[in-house]
């Protein structure tokens, strides 16, 4: 992958993730719905990173784009 992912925030957001219930993880950084994919990658090399929570909650992800461990936030946008 050549392109840099847009850094659409330089934290992260919290959402409820439900058990079983797959969610799409924004990579591109373009998405207006953050940080979930609204389709704003179309024509880049990017896809969207699907994820299925295994336990209800909520959870810290990643808006940034830097993590290491999407979706969820790893502080690497704390060097941004
Ligand atoms: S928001 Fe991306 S690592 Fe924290």
């Known amino acids: 992958m050549s392109e840099?992912?847009?850094i659409a925030a330089k934290q992260p957001i919290e959402v409820t993730l439900t058990a079983g219930?797959?969610?799409?993880?924004c990579t591109c950084g373009k998405s207006a719905t953050q940080p979930?994919?609204?389709g704003?990658?179309?024509g880049s090399d990017f896809?969207?990173?699907?994820?299925t929570p295994e336990s209800s909650g909520p959870a810290w992800l990643c808006q940034c784009k830097q993590t290491q461990t999407p979706p969820?936030?790893?502080g690497s946008h704390n060097a941004l």
């Not at 896809?47 to 994820?51: D, I, Q, W």
Request: proline share 9%; aromatic share 22%.
């Open 36 to 38: 979930f994919c609204d």
């Open 47 to 51: 896809s969207p990173m699907g994820y």
């Open 72 to 74: 969820f936030c790893d």
């Open 40 to 42: 704003a990658h179309k």
């Open 21 to 25: 219930n797959e969610i799409w993880f």
């Open 4 to 6: 840099k992912p847009t």
